[in-house]
């Protein structure tokens, strides 16, 4: 496809689930990040990729969210244990070029909506 | 990190009025870029500006940058019903260590 897609598009699941988000990039886009947009707020960053290293997981807000891209490409965010504050949308973004983060635009997917009840 | 404060927080306007939204940031930056979120959307880049450009247009887009005052703002001729959205702009420190963290974004609303 021509843009970053995302699947599901939205998400329940109850309390203590397991979840695993995907995000396929632009093809031969070598960054990627992953972003969480509460209601009414601004993404927030989560962590980022160049190719398949994870050079930043800053953002991760606690050890049950986990994240890889072991070829490169694919990307999968998984959250374990779901709470109810994990409800968000989540937002995959890919950059082309490599030169360095944030030197070329960001192309984002549609998000997956995750609702935890 | 370093993330853009945008200013206003919220603005509504008549079709056809121009809409200007500004920026802040604290440190120098290599670049900023102005992404823009329609209700349930994900994010479109809109434009990116180099640290040694003072201004730049894309349509009816115009977009300015003050490195001295760190400020930056977005300026949208004639406004469409289209153009409601959300507005973030993004400093970037370059160095590949940190940037890309967005603010609370202005809400933009056209009124028809």
């Known amino acids: 496809g021509a843009g970053v897609s995302q699947s599901p598009r939205y998400k329940v699941a109850k309390r203590g689930q397991d979840v695993a988000l995907r995000c396929d990039p632009i093809s031969g886009h070598v960054s990627l990040f992953w972003y969480q947009q509460a209601l009414g707020q601004g993404p927030e960053f989560l962590t980022y990729?160049?190719?398949?290293?994870?050079?930043?997981k800053s953002g991760l807000p606690s050890d049950r969210f986990f994240a890889e891209r072991p070829e490169g490409s694919v990307s999968t965010l998984k959250i374990q244990r779901t709470q109810q504050e994990d409800s968000a949308v989540y937002l995959c973004?890919?950059?082309?070029?490599?030169?360095?983060?944030?030197?070329?635009?960001?192309?984002f997917g549609n998000g997956t909506r995750l609702t935890v009840t | 990190s370093q993330q853009g404060e945008e200013d206003p927080q919220a603005l509504s306007i008549q079709e056809g009025e121009n809409a200007t939204m500004n920026c802040s940031y604290k440190?120098?930056?290599?670049?900023l870029q102005w992404y823009r979120q329609n209700s349930g959307r994900g994010l479109v880049h809109l434009i990116l500006?180099?640290?040694?450009?003072r201004e730049k247009h894309s349509g009816r887009l115009r977009v300015t940058l003050d490195t001295s005052k760190k400020s930056s703002s977005l300026l949208i001729t004639a406004s469409r019903a289209a153009d409601t959205a959300s507005y973030f702009c993004?400093?970037?420190?370059?160095?590949?260590?940190?940037?890309?963290?967005f603010g609370k974004g202005t809400h933009l609303i056209i009124q028809p």
């Open positions: 500006i180099r640290s040694n450009e």
């Open positions: 993004v400093p970037n420190p370059g160095g590949g260590a940190d940037g890309l963290t």
């Open positions: 973004a890919s950059s082309g070029r490599g030169q360095g983060r944030g030197n070329s635009p960001l192309h």
């Open positions: 440190t120098s930056i290599n670049n």
């Open positions: 990729f160049q190719n398949e290293a994870q050079l930043d």
